[in-house]
């Protein structure tokens, strides 16, 4: 005879798993979930990276676009915060450019080259419930890329660190790209216990404009160390896109420093006449955020500028009334 808790235990779980299936996310007891994106500094993956768009209108010249190797993430730096973690992951790409331009009624031109950059985003973690993945960043800027979760990216799915998993020790998950008007319009997402993101894949399946991206795991190391143990400072100064973006009349700017040192955080419209200060002076190393309310201006673009004496760095804000 099933006893009262068992049969308790068995219905939790059928709701976390028809949660699941339906993109939606259900307060469930920890120890049903998993840790399926492990975060800590020193923690490495390597992707194989394929991405492509398509441009082919009624008329011509159609466009294909190809970049196709490989991009190593390495986790730099930790901020723990009192509700959230910002994770400095550094960016390394070796990628091959090819452009195909394609007349009809002419032969094909293409032309190709290398790609070797290196960058940084923050990606943070909420310290609540099942710890929210996100960049404040534009999505339409990051939409290819390995890790593109923001916190706009998705209407249907958030990206959660700890989540239950199935056959494999392995969860998938389907996440919303435009307007849901067809199920082609989405990503999938592979997540595997203990290791991270093992794929990223989207494909449009139009025919005339089309995009798609292919991103699999090559290889990770796991470090294991938890950011209650250490808490290493980003290497780099960081300004994180505002949120939210659009705004009205109010949005947060956060910035991340990598130690002590003086800043100026200034706001100037499209013109570059200077709008408001938003921060003049020393502040300490770690995870800052500033709210504007922008209740006396109109609607347009404006830029927030950080500056300090390691970088200067600029985000765009469109505010819309």
């Known amino acids: 005879m099933t006893t009262p808790n068992r049969f308790i235990s068995t219905m939790l779980l059928a709701v976390v798993l028809s949660s699941v299936a339906f993109g939606q996310v259900a307060t469930v007891a920890s120890d049903s979930l998993v840790d399926v994106f492990p975060l800590a500094v020193g923690n490495e993956w390597i992707y194989r990276y394929f991405t492509s768009s398509l441009w082919w209108p009624a008329g011509n010249p159609g466009t294909t676009t190809t970049d196709s190797g490989r991009v190593r993430m390495l986790?730099?730096?930790?901020?723990?915060g009192p509700d959230s973690t910002s994770w400095e992951l550094q960016v390394q790409r070796e990628l091959v450019h090819h452009v195909v331009f394609a007349y009809l009624g002419s032969p094909e031109r293409d032309t190709a080259y290398a790609i070797r950059d290196s960058s940084t985003f923050i990606l943070i973690e909420r310290l609540d419930d099942q710890h929210r993945l996100y960049r404040n960043d534009d999505p339409s800027r990051i939409r290819m890329d390995v890790i593109p979760f923001t916190r706009g990216y998705v209407d249907t799915t958030s990206i959660w660190r700890y989540r239950p998993v199935g056959s494999g020790d392995t969860t998938r998950i389907q996440s919303?790209?435009?307007?849901?008007?067809?199920p082609q319009f989405m990503s999938s997402f592979t997540f595997k216990r203990g290791v991270g993101l093992i794929r990223n894949?989207?494909?449009?399946?139009?025919?005339?404009?089309?995009s798609e991206n292919d991103h699999y795991l090559l290889s990770a190391t796991i470090t294991g160390l938890h950011p209650n143990e250490v808490s290493v400072l980003p290497s780099s100064v960081f300004l994180s896109q505002n949120f939210p973006n659009p705004f009205n009349p109010t949005t947060s700017i956060q910035y991340v420093l990598p130690r002590s040192m003086r800043i100026s955080l200034r706001v100037f419209d499209i013109l570059g006449c200077q709008v408001t200060v938003l921060a003049d002076g020393v502040e300490t190393g770690g995870q800052h955020a500033i709210s504007w309310d922008a209740s006396n201006c109109s609607t347009g673009i404006y830029f927030v500028k950080l500056q300090t004496d390691q970088a200067?760095?600029?985000r765009k804000m469109l505010l819309v009334r």
Do not use: E, F, H, Q
Request: proline letters at 4%.
């Open 75 to 80: 986790v730099s730096g930790a901020v723990v």
């Open 201 to 210: 894949s989207y494909n449009s399946g139009t025919l005339d404009v089309s």
């Open 312 to 314: 200067i760095l600029t």
């Open 176 to 182: 919303w790209i435009d307007s849901p008007s067809s």
